[in-house]
């Protein structure tokens, strides 16, 4: 993207990263999760593993970021290291399913919840094939997308107001859950054993599976490379946002689960209503106003973390559109500096979703997907100092090569277990993106007789 001064701060970028991560996933995906590990010690080992995986990645992608700060981030990566086919199938799927298909599932999680205060809203059709629900969903994608056409700095303002009100949200969460063990007596026992019958491959691969809700609650992160081209002294500015942003939230993360097994009884949270976790567990503090609480936090959480995808998910497609991999006025910036035509193709694409009501599926069979581009971008980070070793890198992975290699056999044994498990999920997902590659040919094809 061209150069001026509307460029993004470590503030900033660091903001965008917590604000994607931070959706409803920390609400709800620990009933799930509960349901398949049996113990409270389980339950956290999981989620301080995620920790350690998603912050390995972070740490690892630093080098990248800051060697090749462009517009599209990742998918630059990929093609880079391994050529454009496997940059398009990663973009292909970004547009497909991962980002269009969060984008859906988290404004109708926004609408859903908005139901609290107004009844009105409700998955019940208004016509044929539109509910309420579904009209607030889209209407809250086109208003944020619309948003975006405006500076970049503008949509950083927003969402650094609504990632500062999330995190200061969650520390409320974890505070009442300090106040309510410290003032009443212990309700029930905790079973802190995370390893019941000993450690053996069926129980790490259980392990593995359940720990995709918590991964996929912790995604996201990487979003902040899609706008490495508009960010202000990227060299610096990248890892330490990556470093920064994944750190705070991941740390969040396990905090509030920690106070989740402290006050509510294990078989509470495996049986919470609708998976609600969260929801049950401010009832017990705060009675009913913890059910209106509950409601706000995760609609300021899902309207901060919607910005947050739309605002840098446009970034990529904008990229492929150059390459002439995309449609072509994807490729065209608007007078803020905005790819305008991205945001108008994603939010048309993430509202025909929203109607479809498929993306919940969708997003199941994506995050076998997801794991396996992550890996694969890290090993462009070994490939890319040994094909480019030239390439100016102001920053260098911490720890290499024991830090990516860690990840990609931790990241790797999570995808075997996906694949002997949950082979319904996992086999669809890849196939999602094979399915991009006659799309490629066919674009390149296309590009030739042009």
Same mark, same amino acid.
């Given at each position: 993207m061209r150069q001026n001064d509307n460029k993004l701060s470590l503030l900033d970028a660091s903001m965008i990263i917590m604000g994607s991560m931070i959706g409803s996933g920390i609400f709800i995906v620990s009933a799930g999760m509960a349901r398949d590990l049996g113990s409270a010690g389980a339950l956290l080992l999981a989620w301080a593993l995620t920790a350690v995986i998603t912050w390995l990645a972070a740490l690892s992608y630093g080098e990248l970021a800051a060697a090749m700060p462009r517009a599209g981030?990742?998918? !630059?990566?990929?093609?880079? +290291?391994?050529?454009?086919?496997?940059?398009?199938?990663?973009?292909?799927?970004? /547009?497909? =399913?991962?980002?269009?298909?969060?984008?859906?599932?988290?404004?109708?999680?926004?609408?859903?919840?908005?139901? =609290?205060?107004?009844?009105?809203?409700?998955?019940?059709?208004?016509?044929?094939?539109?509910?309420?629900?579904?009209?607030? *969903?889209?209407?809250? !994608?086109?208003?944020?997308?619309?948003?975006? /056409?405006?500076? &970049?700095?503008?949509? *950083?303002?927003?969402?650094?107001t609504f990632t500062f009100g999330k995190i200061g949200a969650l520390l409320f969460m974890f505070g009442a859950g300090i106040w309510y063990v410290f003032?009443?007596?212990?309700?029930?026992?905790?079973?802190?054993?995370?390893?019941?019958?000993? &450690?053996?491959?069926?129980?790490?691969?259980?392990?593995? &599976? +359940? #720990?995709?809700?918590?991964?996929?609650?912790?995604?996201?992160?990487?979003?902040?490379?899609?706008?490495?081209?508009?960010?202000?002294?990227?060299?610096?500015?990248?890892?330490?946002?990556?470093?920064?942003?994944?750190?705070? =939230?991941?740390?969040?993360?396990?905090?509030?689960?920690? #106070?989740?097994?402290?006050?509510?009884?294990?078989? +509470?949270?495996?049986?919470?209503?609708?998976?609600?976790?969260?929801? +049950?567990?401010?009832?017990?503090?705060?009675?009913?106003?913890?059910?209106?609480? #509950?409601?706000?936090?995760i609609m300021l959480s899902t309207f901060g973390c919607l910005n947050g995808i739309i605002l840098s998910s446009a970034r990529v497609y904008f990229a492929m559109a150059k390459d002439g991999l995309f449609f072509k006025r994807a490729a065209q910036l608007n007078k803020n500096e905005s790819p305008q035509y991205a945001l108008i193709i994603q939010m048309i694409w993430a509202s025909l979703l929203t109607l479809s009501g498929s993306y919940s599926d969708l997003l199941n069979y994506v995050m076998m997907a997801v794991l396996l581009f992550y890996i694969i971008t890290i090993f462009a980070l070994f490939k890319l100092r040994k094909t480019k070793p030239a390439m100016e890198r102001p920053y260098r992975a911490i720890g290499y090569p024991v830090v990516p290699i860690l990840y990609i056999v931790l990241a790797g044994f999570v995808c075997l277990s996906l694949l002997l498990l949950k082979p319904s999920y996992t086999w669809p997902g890849i196939g999602i993106v094979a399915a991009g590659a006659p799309v490629y040919f066919w674009l390149v094809r296309k590009k030739k007789t042009t």
């Open positions: 981030g990742q998918y !630059v990566y990929l093609r880079e +290291a391994f050529g454009p086919l496997t940059g398009f199938l990663y973009g292909w799927t970004l /547009f497909t =399913v991962i980002q269009s298909g969060t984008i859906a599932a988290v404004a109708v999680a926004f609408a859903r919840f908005s139901a =609290v205060f107004w009844p009105q809203i409700s998955p019940d059709p208004i016509l044929p094939f539109l509910s309420s629900q579904q009209l607030l *969903a889209i209407a809250i !994608v086109a208003l944020l997308s619309v948003f975006n /056409f405006g500076k &970049v700095k503008n949509s *950083a303002l927003l969402q650094n003032t009443h007596e212990p309700q029930h026992p905790i079973n802190w054993n995370p390893i019941p019958d000993g &450690v053996n491959f069926s129980w790490l691969s259980l392990l593995a &599976v +359940a #720990m995709t809700g918590s991964l996929f609650s912790a995604d996201a992160w990487n979003n902040i490379t899609f706008t490495a081209g508009e960010i202000r002294k990227p060299e610096r500015n990248l890892p330490l946002a990556l470093i920064i942003g994944t750190g705070t =939230v991941l740390s969040i993360y396990f905090l509030i689960n920690l #106070m989740y097994v402290h006050v509510l009884p294990f078989d +509470a949270i495996k049986n919470a209503p609708s998976d609600r976790v969260g929801t +049950a567990f401010l009832h017990v503090i705060l009675g009913d106003t913890g059910l209106y609480l #509950m409601a706000g936090l």
